[in-house]
């Protein structure tokens, strides 16, 4: 299949805030060695490699709350775009050492949420690092929201240590064995693993595994749409990649036909479109 039956979808959380700061620019945003020319407003690619029609439907109770250094939203590379994409109730704010946005802080207040901060045991008082996630007992039971600092790795330990509302919740220190696949802004310095792939990790930690290999997948065919991209090369709509994505949303499909309370009420299914 290809994107181009794809029905237009509200702008998400990322979205919103990339055009915010697109729109505080003084000058036009330029992204080094990507793609040029006309851009999906869904997907950021260009229109031959559209991934719009593609993107799955994963209903969690959790939420993902990315925090974004400055021109995080601006990068077409960047993959806190998927985990909106992806999951339903993902917020996204950008950062500032001065000040805290109050929508953020609002947030961060409301009871339903447990707000779990996803960062590096080494570099946190033992007290507050916990590597697993309760899985909710019973329906009133606070819903984890998992904190991304979405930036590189120097950014992300500045946001972490100046962010004195952040400093009252406990820390997720995460633990795989699985070596990162990301490919688009790798470095040899750079083992960290990609926003989505830590998002992926915060899924599979509470439970969520179908929607951790979901979430993996969908980035695995956006870095090959990418890289395609970028190289003027065509797509295989039915390589290895794509049939696993397809494979994985079907069994998402079924689980959610079986389970109509994992509909997330705030984000109804109706408004999103099932990708297969
Ligand atoms: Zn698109």
Known sequence: MTGDESLPLPPHAVSRLRAARLARSSKPFLARGGPR?????????????????LRPVVPVCVGVCLIMADIEAL????????????V???????????EADPA???????????????????????????????????????R????????TWPEARKMFRKSAYLDSFPVLSLRSDRLS?????????????????????????????LAAQTLNAYQEVFTDHYLRAKQ?????????A????????????????????????????ETRRLAY
């Open 144 to 151: 984890p929201l998992f904190i991304l600092l979405d930036a």
């Open 37 to 53: 020319g006309e851009r999906c407003a869904g997907c950021r690619l260009v229109p031959s490699h559209c991934l719009c029609g």
């Open 242 to 269: 794509h049939k696993r994505l397809q494979s994985l949303a079907n069994l998402m499909a079924l689980k959610l036909l079986q389970s109509p309370e994992l509909q997330s009420p705030a984000d109804s299914l």
């Open 181 to 209: 696949n990301y490919q688009l802004r790798r470095t040899k310095a750079d083992q960290h693993f990609c926003t989505s792939e830590v998002a992926a990790l915060c899924l599979a930690a509470c439970g969520e595994t």
């Open 104 to 142: 953020l802080l609002a947030l961060l207040r409301d009871p339903q949420w447990q707000p779990y901060v996803v960062f590096p045991s080494e570099f946190v008082e033992p007290a507050r690092v916990v590597n697993d996630v309760p899985v909710a007992a019973s329906p009133i039971a606070r």
């Open 88 to 98: 339903p109730d993902t917020f996204a704010f950008g950062w500032a050492r001065t």
């Open 75 to 86: 990068k077409p590379s960047n993959t806190g775009w998927l985990v909106a994409d992806v």
């Open 232 to 240: 003027q090369l065509p797509l295989d709509w039915e390589d290895a």
